[in-house]
Nanobody
Framework: QVEFVESGGGLVQPGGSLRLSCAASGFTFRDYVMGWYRQPPGKERELVASISRTSAITYLKASTKGRFLISRDNARNTVYLQMDGLKPEDTAVYFC?????????WGQGTQVTVSS
């Protein structure tokens, strides 16, 4: 059974930082490109960042470059998203999942709210 458990969200002021974590299970984690997605209020879910199997290649949505950093630990089956310089437009529920594949399973996500 594929499972994703996201954590680390919260309420922060503009300019603040958060580090999200996602523990994955039920599949061979190291064999998959992993990504962080987010769903802002009233909008579609979108891919924010992805990381290759060996961490050699990362992708970041243009609006997050220079502020977000994605990393993974294949020994712990965990992917991380370090978010600095947070802006109100980063407010969303953040999810992790595989990229380029589909297990048909999503976690609960973790809420990130950026507000003064």
């Amino acid at each position: 059974q594929v499972e994703f458990v996201e954590s680390g969200g919260g309420l922060v002021q503009p300019g603040g930082s958060l580090r999200l974590s996602c523990a994955a299970s039920g599949f061979t984690f190291r064999d998959y490109v992993m990504g962080w997605y987010r769903q802002p209020p009233g909008k579609e879910r979108e891919l924010v960042a992805s990381i290759s199997r060996t961490s050699a290649i990362t992708y970041l949505k243009a609006s997050t470059k220079g502020r977000f950093l994605i990393s993974r630990d294949n020994a712990r089956n965990t992917v991380y998203l370090q978010m600095d310089g947070l802006k109100p437009e980063d407010t969303a529920v953040y999810f992790c999942n595989v990229v380029y594949s589909d297990f048909g399973s999503w976690g609960q996500g973790t809420q990130v709210t950026v507000s003064s």
